[in-house]
């Protein structure tokens, strides 16, 4: 950091500095005391802090509360808003298209896990170097507070009528863990010093990052290691299948069970993390 008014950025073997008003955005149109708000300002600090470089970083997202977010950091980046569950779809071509770009995808609990959950699932499998930040309050926020897929058992919506949620949650971090996450992250909007070391540790890793962000209640941050792709116990060995020759493919994973990743795959370098952040989001 050249000093509290610039930031020096590292790129193809040469500096530049930015100020720090590159790393931000428009102001936020969204409801005063909102989480979503919170973590764009802990993703501003992690940005400023390791340095990003704006003009190599993509933003996207789906629809909904949570993916307005990329309007409001890195005024100086491309942003694009996908379909409502369709954001990883955009993020896969993005990447095959530019594999140099840092991506960043900001999805809601009702964008990520009710009409995107195939969708993201797919991401994890196919290891896209991204990172996925969910913003999780558990209601469709933009539409009258119905219930989302992450909706605590046994809730109430915040209205008159305050019907009770008497369907089970999907846990995303497990998810993201059996669709082959390496790394899986959950956190709180209003602990700051949990998650802006966590978002850092995402965006500094060129790797498979998924993130989920939650406002809706403080959880302890987990992080759980599995086996790297084609090392575990799902292996097969001399799959027939050919790999499209992307940047970074490789035919094999391990030299004891070699492994054909599937067309579209991407791979990482040895020590790379997949992060899923649940961000709980106050409503």
Do not use: W
Not at 32 to 58: M, Q, W
């Amino acid at each position: 950091m050249a000093n509290e008014a610039t930031i020096t950025i590292q790129s193809n073997g040469s500096s530049f500095s930015l100020p720090t008003v590159a790393f931000q955005g428009l102001p936020s149109t969204l409801c005063k005391g909102c989480g979503h708000n919170s973590i764009t300002s802990y993703l501003i600090e992690a940005c400023k802090s390791i340095a990003v470089n704006p003009y190599y970083t993509v933003k996207l997202s789906g629809i909904g509360c949570s993916s307005k977010t990329p309007a409001y950091f890195l005024g100086a980046s491309h942003g694009f808003n996908a379909l409502h569950g369709r954001m990883p779809s955009v993020a896969t071509g993005a990447l095959l298209a530019n594999h140099k770009l840092v991506c960043i995808g900001i999805s809601g609990d009702g964008d990520t896990a009710n009409i995107g959950m195939g969708q993201f699932k797919h991401a994890c499998r196919r290891n896209v170097p991204m990172v996925y930040i969910v913003e999780d309050n558990g209601c469709y926020g933009l539409t009258k507070g119905q219930f989302s897929a992450t909706a605590d058992l046994n809730s109430h919506l915040r209205r008159a009528t305050g019907e009770a949620n008497t369907v089970p949650p999907f846990d995303l971090c497990m998810e993201a863990l059996v669709g082959g996450a390496s790394f899986v992250a959950r956190s709180f909007a209003g602990d700051k010093k949990q998650l802006v070391p966590l978002l850092k540790a995402a965006l500094a890793t060129r790797a498979r990052h998924y993130s989920t962000s939650s406002a809706r209640a403080s959880r302890s941050t987990t992080s759980t290691a599995r086996p790297r792709a084609g090392t575990g116990p799902r292996s097969t060995k001399n799959r027939s299948r050919k790999s499209a020759s992307y940047p970074g493919c490789r035919r094999s994973r391990s030299s004891r069970r070699p492994v054909s990743p599937p067309a579209c795959s991407f791979t990482t370098a040895p020590g790379s993390r997949f992060v899923l952040f649940t961000m709980m989001s106050t409503t």
